[in-house]
Nanobody, 114 residues
Framework: QVQLVESGGGLVQAGGSLRLSCAASRRLSGFAIMGWYRQASGKQRELVAD????????NYADSVKGRFTISADNAKTTMYLQMNGLKPEDTGVYYC???????RGQGTQVTVSS
């Protein structure tokens, strides 16, 4: 079992920045892919970014490329999403997930005002 807890969400004006964190209950050995999804009201869930913690390879949705940066610590216990240049369309609940598993956090709300 793995528990994931997100933090760092909040209300920010357009153009601002937030840094989301995802803390795991234990070292995530054996789980190479970690990522962030977001769910906006009335829209489908969207993969924002993911990272292969073994290789460091990252993947981003086109809508966030150049603005968001995903990273993970070497201990594989915490993952981050640095969000810069936030736009109102980035508003939603952000969840961290472990690729290929049903594990996900409770989510953290990000609201970007125009």
């Amino acid at each position: 079992q793995v528990q994931l807890v997100e933090s760092g969400g909040g209300l920010v004006q357009a153009g601002g920045s937030l840094r989301l964190s995802c803390a795991a209950s234990r070292r995530l050995s054996g789980f190479a892919i970690m990522g962030w999804y977001r769910q906006a009201s009335g829209k489908q869930r969207e993969l924002v970014a993911d990272i292969n913690t073994d290789t460091g390879r990252t993947n981003y949705a086109d809508s966030v490329k150049g603005r968001f940066t995903i990273s993970a610590d070497n201990a594989k216990t915490t993952m981050y999403l640095q969000m810069n240049g936030l736009k109102p369309e980035d508003t939603g609940v952000y969840y961290c997930i472990l690729g290929g598993t049903p594990y996900r956090g409770q989510g953290t709300q990000v609201t970007v005002s125009s």
